[in-house]
């Protein structure tokens, strides 16, 4: 199957909403940790994401307050924001357990900041900014990705909330929770095809950057004339 490139949004906002219907789980306390944690490592393959409180001030960044780790069936949301070292210590190392596929979008970053709060060594992720390309998936967001492989919406209404309110809205916890599960489900139907030759993979990618020149020439040239008033 040739899955399409680019998604406008009037395609976008025409396609039905979908949202993760499994069991969610909130762990904010440190004794409900290590048996999430056990179960969690009978499963070779989890998707994953994290959400921070976000920040309306040049300069302010908070630390990551969720990580959400998600199966088919039900995904748990770890408040790193009320957990402490010791419980944090036990996430970290489901992180770096090799025997576990992790399945998220821009991991790179995800990671970084969650090394800021703990010396985490990472194994066995993927990200899918890295594979879709090579099914000729050019979007990098999930919602686009995810509308291209199921040819539906998940939403994004919660994304600029704040994560690290005393108690998370049934909304934020089924947006939180649907991310996580929604990159598991694009990676186990991607691994159902066969990715494309790597010489088309290369065509694609330098026609992408063509086109992002060209635009960026455009707009150059743009505010130079409004800049002189020609």
């Known amino acids: ?16 909403v979908v949202a993760f219907t499994g069991k969610i789980v909130i762990i904010d306390k440190n004794k409900n940790v290590k048996k999430v944690i056990e179960e969690l490592s009978t499963h070779p393959l989890v998707g994953i994401d994290t959400e921070t409180k976000p920040s309306f001030a040049k300069g302010i960044f908070y630390k990551i307050a969720l990580l959400q780790v998600a199966t088919d069936a039900e995904c748990y949301l770890f408040r ?33 900041r969650l090394h800021r709060l703990n010396n985490v060594k990472p194994a066995n992720f993927v990200d899918l900014q890295t594979i879709a390309k090579q099914y000729g998936i050019l979007e990098l967001g999930l919602q686009k990705m995810f509308a291209i492989v199921f040819g539906q919406k998940i939403s994004k209404s919660q994304q600029l909330t704040n994560w690290e309110n005393s108690e998370l809205t049934p909304a934020q916890q089924c947006y939180a929770a649907t991310d996580a599960w929604a990159a598991l489900q694009i ?3 991607l691994m159902q095809e066969k990715p494309l030759p790597q010489n088309i993979v290369n065509q694609m990618l330098a026609q992408k950057l063509a086109e992002q020149q060209e635009l960026s020439r455009q707009n150059a040239l743009q505010n130079q004339s409004i800049s002189t008033g020609t």
């Open 187 to 189: 990676y186990k139907r």
């Open 1 to 16: 199957m040739n899955f399409q490139s680019k998604i406008t949004k009037e395609e976008l906002n025409k396609m039905p």
């Open 80 to 112: 790193l924001n009320k957990l402490t070292k010791k419980a944090d210590e036990l996430i970290f190392k489901f992180l770096g357990n090799k025997n576990i596929m992790k399945i998220g979008l821009s991991l790179k970053d995800d990671f970084a």
